[in-house]
């Protein structure tokens, strides 16, 4: 029911930044959190950030701390990713994702509507 669309991806230097954008085609109760996730070459879906759009700040990665900031945009209905210092190994395809309120907000099966994913490529 709720779609989910991710741009923002693309080729960057190590120590660059990028800035990640979900739109989302409606808010309802089964889309209260937000999350972002990624899977790299070889490796499982893993958590970057997420938030909730009722409140809260937002929760991160330990990876991800210091260089990831996710914000979001009530009247576009849409969450973003602003990341910066990027290295090597935040080479992946990230994912936008939606779903109810959960304790455990770093799992993937937490979220309902996932987004078909925009690659970001890290050169060192």
């Known amino acids: 029911q709720v779609q989910l669309v991710e741009s923002g991806g693309g080729l960057v230097q190590a120590g660059g930044s990028l800035r990640l954008s979900c739109a989302a085609s409606?808010?309802?109760?089964?889309?209260?959190?937000m999350g972002w996730f990624r899977q790299g070459p070889g490796k499982e879906r893993e958590f970057v950030a997420g938030l909730v759009w009722s409140g809260g700040n937002p929760s991160y990665a330990d990876s991800v701390k210091g260089r990831f900031s996710m914000s979001r945009d009530n009247t576009k209905i849409a969450v973003y990713l602003q990341m910066n210092n990027l290295k090597p190994e935040d080479t992946a395809v990230y994912y936008c994702?939606?779903?109810?309120?959960?304790?455990?907000?770093?799992?993937?099966?937490?979220?309902?509507?996932w987004g078909q994913g925009t690659q970001v490529t890290v050169s060192s």
């Open positions: 994702a939606a779903g109810r309120r959960s304790p455990w907000p770093d799992r993937p099966h937490s979220y309902t509507y």
């Open positions: 409606e808010r309802t109760s089964s889309s209260d959190a």
